[in-house]
């Protein structure tokens, strides 16, 4: 991504309505463009590919591919170039992990306001991390040291 240069991305969810209202919220955005969605992981793997979008919103759970092994084959094969914002309606500590460990720069729960959405495109795509907050939370709770 340059600066001045709006940030690409692509949606990837298995669910029409959701992957839809991502795309749609996206899309309202002068910085934001969305050159592609994905209904499965082989899908958004080819569409990474294809585009080389700087950030693929993807969910955990989708058919013939999960999230998790799209997000790793998405960032070996674009050399991180394109950065993995996960998406999940599941609060499981095993998914936030195996995102981690995947290479995944974000990871937000579906039921994200808009703006906090919005924010962790723009913080993952200049290329920082972000957690949900409560995500965060527990990881600090994990190994920060009691008090």
């Known amino acids: 991504m340059t600066a001045g ?20 919220l996206l899309s309202t955005q ?7 969605e994905a209904e499965d992981g082989e899908q958004a793997v080819a569409l990474a590919l294809d585009h080389r979008p700087d950030v693929a919103l993807l969910d955990i759970r989708m058919p013939k591919l999960d999230g ?8 070996r094969e674009t050399d991180g170039a394109t950065k993995a914002l996960m998406l999940t309606t599941f609060d499981l500590d095993q998914y936030v992990f195996d995102a981690l460990a995947a290479g995944a720069s ?25 957690l949900a907050p409560g995500i965060t939370r527990r990881l600090i709770a994990e190994f920060a040291p009691a008090a």
């Open 30 to 36: 002068d910085d934001i463009d969305v050159v592609g």
């Open 68 to 75: 998790i092994q799209a997000a790793r084959t998405i960032l």
């Open 106 to 130: 974000g990871f937000l729960l579906k039921d994200a306001t808009f703006p906090e959405l919005l924010h962790a495109v723009r913080v993952v795509a200049a290329g920082d991390a972000m």
């Open 5 to 24: 240069e709006p940030i690409r991305a692509i949606v990837a969810d298995d669910q029409a309505v959701v992957r839809t209202g991502f795309v749609n």
